[in-house]
């Protein structure tokens, strides 16, 4: 069983458990622009900025500071991942230039502003079209060039007019209020609470091509609406205990875990690693690739190589990894067969080959095939006798009893482990594999052939090349 | 019509009823006792063994869950990374976007490469699946699903089929049958049948031919968001992970849980088999990718960053098992050194969440979908 969690971000697990996957993000935003605004904690210094004739107040800039301060206590390297991280922080509402819809952070001079914690996304914002429509209205009533509607907003209003034409009354009254409200305001604090409350719609109304951060993962979103609702039982049993298996099966599980045999964690890194600096040369992401990569250079000479008929060194030298690799490629799986063929000893990778293909058939094939098989290799008198030691001779014809898939598990794993340890060590040895991991030609046969010319005169039969060529096969 | 699904260690007479089947061993008071599936049920409804109650039972649970913990702990005798010390730091990775695949018109929620390397399907939440020739950015064929949100889609294995399931709780041309939305789907090692994950909790084995449920297999409390089959061509066994933040790993035959592992925080997104089939990796919600060893039965690495706070959607490992692919809903993907713990890179391009990541079956590409309606193939 795998260890307990380790803490995130200084968030404790109970917190979290709560928490749908939006949340745990907005909460870690959260965290992270507090501790940005807060000057004595090695944060920004949020200030007032003089432009023109008016001040510009409660800012912060963008590549000087929110940058500088992500890279510094996020331990972040490149720059570029800083300002994507502000990027995707803006476009969560949090952070907002002062003087544009669109929600990013860019790494020049322009000035940005703090959201306001009430129009966090964390609070679960969920406006209507009305909402929307009294802010739209609000704005054209004041005549300020910085309330100006863009375009796409004139755009949605006047949309938003139509639809709500019956109530549209109602919405200019409600926004003719707030601007009354708005009006009592300090003039600094309007400038901020303005752009913050644009801000928060430039979140839930973004501009046309802008990626709308609030959409969510349709698989999360009944936990969302939710929280406490437990999911229905697959069987109909009643909600409450659905959600926890039974302490019996539970016991019974863990009595089986601890029963397990498992290896060290510095035994299974030594495997781990062994295996993957084994496969390492043949990993375009990691070595270069001969000729060259196709997607890289629109060439395929690559992919061609790969399907002719003829597999390369690299290739054949995979094959000497495990039985698995040499059986996963076709052509290893050919040279395989035909070299036990040789030996008159194919009948058990054939075997093999038939348990595989009958796990693939579908339901209604695998009766017949099932029984096809014991007729072909297990039967009395079967034409391709394979060698079971009896208990799993006798698990094997009970199985058949019923056949089905899995009838021949346990023959097939048998089999596999004695072509492992047997057959596949000699295929790894013989010529036939060897010649081609050497790349060697048939022309420097000639040299091994002189050597066994000798028993060859003995015998008194002819020299021909195909004679020796069968001989050396076997030894 | 559902196997019922549990521990089945030995076949033979059952100890209270007598009938021969499949055994369940359980252990009351270190007792071992042999009883069919109905004679547990019957004694867990009827009330326990004698002296036992719920709350014993439940703590016997608890003292065995420590034990585990402790034994486990043992193995723990060093880090995956120290380990991997002594190895070659990688060179700088030079990954670039290759093609960009346009034509959804809305996110795109999954895809999966063909077995001749250039040809892959997608799905989208309009509907939509399209199979394409990467390597050309030819559009082959277009589909059109009754349903929106078409979370899975998979290649069969001889290239002439693709499957897919969604939000209409059904996979293909209902072949699969569950009672909440299908998150994922995979061909096995044939195009004759299918395993799906469910947000129903379950996972299940179909024979497409006729739609018949070879096995299902329970465990998890919540949603299944992911599964993979593992790599070796004689393993009979899947990874899955889930919104009740485990990953379990399954006996495809019995249709039982061999092994457990809980140590994300938040919902696992996506599971993916370490190359050699002995380990995984997953993906979650709680912006981390965890590596776990199947033998060791624990987690060996966590890749995590201070600046990485947005959840991991998506997972796979390339060729050799040295990398590890994993796409954001920051939109970016980390690429980790699966052995030293640390990452290689970070490839920008997607302008909105990354759903998911594939590695070329030859290991030449990497294939990303994103929300921001492309595909993306990177090498």
Same mark, same amino acid.
């Given at each position: 069983?795998?260890?307990?969690? %380790?803490?995130? +971000?200084?968030?404790?697990?109970?917190?979290?458990?709560?928490?749908?996957?939006?949340?745990?993000?907005?909460?870690?935003?959260?965290?992270?622009? !507090?501790?940005?605004?807060?000057?004595?904690?090695?944060?920004?210094?949020?200030?007032?900025?003089?432009?023109?004739?008016?001040?510009?107040?409660?800012?912060?800039?963008?590549?000087?500071?929110?940058?500088?301060?992500?890279?510094?206590?996020?331990?972040?390297?490149?720059?570029?991942?800083?300002?994507?991280?502000?990027?995707?922080?803006?476009?969560?509402?949090?952070?907002?230039?002062?003087?544009?819809?669109?929600?990013?952070?860019?790494?020049?001079? !322009?000035?940005?502003?703090?959201?306001?914690?009430?129009?966090?996304?964390?609070?679960?914002?969920?406006?209507?079209?009305? #909402?929307?429509?009294?802010?739209?209205?609000?704005?054209?009533?004041?005549?300020?060039?910085?309330?100006?509607?863009?375009?796409?907003?004139?755009?949605?209003?006047?949309?938003?007019?139509?639809?709500?034409?019956?109530?549209?009354?109602?919405?200019?009254?409600?926004?003719?209020?707030?601007?009354?409200?708005?009006?009592?305001?300090?003039?600094?604090?309007?400038?901020?609470?303005?752009?913050?409350?644009?801000?928060?719609?430039?979140?839930?109304?973004?501009?046309? +091509?802008?990626?709308? !951060?609030?959409?969510?993962?349709?698989?999360?979103?009944?936990?969302?609406?939710?929280?406490?609702?437990?999911?229905?039982?697959?069987? +109909?049993?009643? #909600?409450?205990?659905?959600?926890?298996?039974?302490?019996?099966?539970?016991?019974?599980?863990?009595?089986?875990?601890?029963?397990?045999?498992?290896?060290?964690?510095?035994?299974?890194?030594?495997?781990?690693?062994?295996?993957?600096?084994?496969?390492?040369?043949?990993?375009?992401?990691?070595?270069?690739?001969?000729?060259?990569?196709?997607?890289?250079? #629109?060439?395929?000479?690559?992919?061609?190589?790969?399907?002719?008929?003829?597999?390369?060194?690299?290739?054949?030298?995979?094959?000497?990894?495990?039985?698995?690799?040499?059986?996963?490629?076709?052509?290893?799986?050919?040279?395989?067969?035909?070299?036990?063929?040789?030996?008159?000893?194919?009948?058990?990778?054939?075997?093999?080959?038939?348990?595989? #293909?009958?796990?693939?058939?579908?339901?209604?094939?695998?009766?017949?095939?099932?029984?096809?098989?014991?007729?072909?290799?297990?039967?009395?008198?079967?034409?391709?006798?394979?060698?079971?030691?009896?208990?799993?001779?006798?698990?094997?014809?009970?199985?058949?009893?019923?056949?089905?898939?899995?009838?021949?598990?346990?023959?097939?794993?048998?089999?596999? %482990?004695?072509?492992?340890?047997?057959?596949?060590?000699?295929?790894?040895?013989?010529?036939?594999?060897?010649?081609?991991?050497?790349?060697?030609?048939?022309?420097?046969? !000639?040299?091994?052939?002189?050597?066994?010319?000798?028993?060859?005169?003995?015998?008194?039969?002819?020299?021909?090349?195909?004679?020796?060529?069968?001989?050396?096969?076997?030894? | 019509?559902?196997?019922?699904?549990?521990?089945?260690?030995?076949?033979?007479?059952?100890?209270?009823?007598?009938?021969?089947?499949?055994?369940?061993?359980?252990?009351?008071?270190?007792?071992?006792?042999?009883?069919?599936?109905?004679?547990?049920?019957?004694?867990?409804?009827?009330?326990?063994?004698?002296?036992?109650?719920?709350?014993?039972?439940?703590?016997?649970?608890?003292?065995?869950?420590?034990?585990?913990?402790?034994?486990?702990?043992?193995?723990?005798?060093?880090?995956?990374?120290?380990?991997?010390?002594?190895?070659?730091?990688?060179?700088?990775?030079?990954?670039?976007?290759?093609?960009?695949?346009?034509?959804?018109?809305?996110?795109?929620?999954?895809?999966?490469?063909?077995?001749?390397?250039?040809?892959?399907?997608?799905?989208?939440?309009?509907?939509?699946?399209?199979?394409?020739?990467?390597?050309?950015?030819?559009?082959?064929?277009?589909?059109?699903?009754?349903?929106?949100?078409?979370?899975?889609?998979?290649?069969?294995?001889?290239?002439?089929?693709?499957?897919?399931?969604?939000?209409?709780?059904?996979?293909?041309?209902?072949?699969?049958?569950?009672?909440?939305?299908?998150?994922?789907?995979?061909?096995?090692?044939?195009?004759?049948?299918?395993?799906?994950?469910?947000?129903?909790?379950?996972?299940?084995?179909?024979?497409?031919?006729?739609?018949?449920?070879?096995?299902?297999?329970?465990?998890?409390?919540?949603?299944?968001?992911?599964?993979?089959?593992?790599?070796?061509?004689?393993?009979?066994?899947?990874?899955?992970?889930?919104?009740?933040?485990?990953?379990?790993?399954?006996?495809?035959?019995?249709?039982?849980?061999?092994?457990?592992?809980?140590?994300?925080?938040?919902?696992?997104?996506?599971?993916?088999?370490?190359?050699?089939?002995?380990?995984?990796?997953?993906?979650?919600?709680?912006?981390?990718?965890?590596?776990?060893?199947?033998?060791?039965?624990?987690?060996?690495?966590?890749?995590?960053?201070?600046?990485?706070?947005?959840?991991?959607?998506?997972?796979?490992?390339?060729?050799?098992?040295?990398?590890?692919?994993?796409?954001?809903?920051?939109?970016?993907?980390?690429?980790?050194?699966?052995?030293?713990?640390?990452?290689?890179?970070?490839?920008?391009?997607?302008?909105?969440?990354?759903?998911?990541?594939?590695?070329?079956?030859?290991?030449?590409?990497?294939?990303?979908?994103?929300?921001?309606?492309?595909?993306?193939?990177?090498?």
């Amino acid at each position: 069983m795998a260890e307990g969690s %380790k803490e995130q +971000g200084g968030l404790s697990g109970a917190d979290l458990e709560e928490d749908s996957p939006n949340m745990i993000v907005y909460r870690k935003i959260e965290d992270i622009v !507090t501790r940005i605004q807060d000057e004595k904690a090695g944060g920004v210094s949020i200030r007032t900025v003089k432009s023109f004739l008016s001040k510009i107040p409660s800012v912060v800039s963008g590549k000087g500071d929110i940058v500088q301060w992500l890279i510094k206590n996020l331990n972040i390297e490149d720059p570029a991942e800083a300002i994507h991280l502000g990027s995707l922080i803006a476009a969560h509402g949090y952070i907002f230039p002062i003087s544009d819809h669109v929600l990013t952070l860019k790494d020049d001079g !322009t000035l940005y502003r703090f959201q306001s914690p009430y129009f966090w996304p964390s609070n679960c914002w969920e406006p209507e079209n009305t #909402d929307y429509a009294i802010y739209l209205c609000k704005r054209t009533m004041q005549n300020k060039a910085r309330l100006e509607l863009a375009d796409y907003e004139a755009e949605n209003l006047a949309r938003l007019q139509r639809a709500f034409a019956r109530k549209w009354e109602f919405i200019f009254m409600q926004a003719e209020a707030q601007v009354k409200i708005d009006r009592k305001k300090d003039k600094a604090e309007r400038k901020i609470l303005d752009s913050q409350e644009r801000a928060f719609w430039d979140v839930h109304r973004p501009v046309p +091509g802008c990626v709308n !951060t609030t959409e969510m993962d349709i698989r999360k979103c009944r936990r969302e609406k939710n929280p406490h609702r437990v999911k229905k039982s697959v069987y +109909g049993v009643p #909600d409450d205990g659905q959600s926890q298996p039974s302490p019996v099966l539970k016991i019974s599980f863990l009595n089986i875990q601890l029963d397990r045999h498992c290896m060290k964690v510095s035994k299974v890194a030594d495997s781990l690693m062994c295996y993957t600096e084994q496969f390492m040369e043949y990993d375009p992401f990691v070595s270069a690739l001969e000729p060259s990569n196709p997607w890289v250079s #629109d060439d395929v000479t690559f992919w061609d190589a790969e399907a002719s008929k003829d597999p390369n060194q690299q290739r054949v030298k995979k094959w000497g990894f495990s039985l698995d690799e040499a059986l996963k490629d076709p052509a290893g799986r050919d040279m395989f067969l035909k070299f036990l063929e040789s030996e008159f000893s194919s009948e058990n990778l054939r075997f093999w080959l038939a348990v595989q #293909d009958l796990k693939q058939r579908p339901l209604q094939e695998v009766s017949s095939r099932a029984q096809e098989i014991w007729q072909e290799f297990l039967a009395e008198g079967a034409p391709s006798s394979i060698n079971l030691d009896s208990h799993s001779y006798e698990r094997t014809s009970q199985n058949l009893k019923d056949p089905g898939r899995y009838s021949y598990e346990d023959a097939q794993e048998h089999i596999f %482990k004695l072509m492992k340890s047997d057959s596949y060590a000699r295929f790894l040895r013989s010529n036939i594999y060897q010649d081609l991991l050497l790349a060697r030609k048939k022309v420097s046969r !000639t040299l091994q052939s002189l050597s066994l010319s000798a028993f060859w005169l003995f015998q008194g039969k002819s020299l021909t090349g195909k004679r020796l060529t069968g001989l050396m096969q076997s030894s | 019509m559902c196997d019922q699904t549990f521990m089945a260690a030995t076949f033979g007479p059952c100890e209270s009823c007598g009938k021969p089947s499949p055994l369940m061993n359980i252990y009351i008071k270190n007792e071992a006792i042999n009883y069919c599936s109905f004679c547990v049920e019957l004694m867990a409804c009827q009330g326990l063994q004698s002296g036992e109650s719920v709350a014993s039972l439940k703590r016997e649970c608890e003292s065995l869950k420590k034990k585990l913990e402790e034994e486990r702990g043992k193995l723990n005798d060093v880090e995956l990374h120290q380990v991997a010390d002594k190895i070659e730091v990688l060179g700088a990775l030079a990954i670039k976007t290759r093609r960009v695949l346009k034509g959804h018109g809305n996110k795109v929620l999954c895809m999966d490469w063909c077995k001749d390397k250039r040809r892959l399907v997608s799905s989208s939440q309009d509907g939509k699946v399209i199979v394409w020739d990467g390597f050309t950015l030819s559009k082959e064929n277009g589909i059109s699903v009754p349903c929106t949100w078409v979370m899975a889609c998979a290649y069969a294995p001889t290239g002439c089929a693709v499957a897919c399931g969604g939000l209409d709780n059904k996979c293909s041309k209902a072949v699969a049958m569950h009672t909440n939305y299908v998150s994922g789907c995979t061909f096995t090692n044939s195009d004759n049948q299918i395993l799906t994950s469910s947000g129903d909790g379950s996972c299940a084995l179909w024979d497409v031919e006729s739609g018949q449920l070879l096995q299902s297999f329970h465990g998890h409390t919540a949603d299944v968001l992911s599964l993979d089959l593992a790599p070796s061509e004689t393993g009979n066994t899947f990874v899955s992970g889930g919104c009740d933040k485990k990953a379990n790993v399954w006996d495809m035959r019995s249709g039982q849980n061999i092994q457990s592992f809980e140590s994300h925080v938040s919902d696992i997104n996506c599971v993916k088999y370490y190359p050699s089939g002995d380990a995984f990796a997953s993906a979650s919600d709680d912006a981390t990718c965890r590596f776990y060893d199947l033998r060791a039965d624990r987690e060996v690495a966590v890749y995590q960053k201070d600046s990485v706070i947005f959840g991991a959607s998506t997972v796979d490992f390339s060729l050799s098992g040295r990398l590890l692919f994993a796409g954001y809903n920051d939109y970016t993907i980390n690429v980790w050194d699966v052995l030293k713990g640390t990452r290689s890179s970070i490839l920008f391009g997607h302008e909105n969440r990354v759903s998911r990541v594939r590695v070329s079956p030859d290991g030449t590409a990497l294939c990303s979908a994103s929300w921001d309606h492309t595909l993306r193939i990177w090498a």
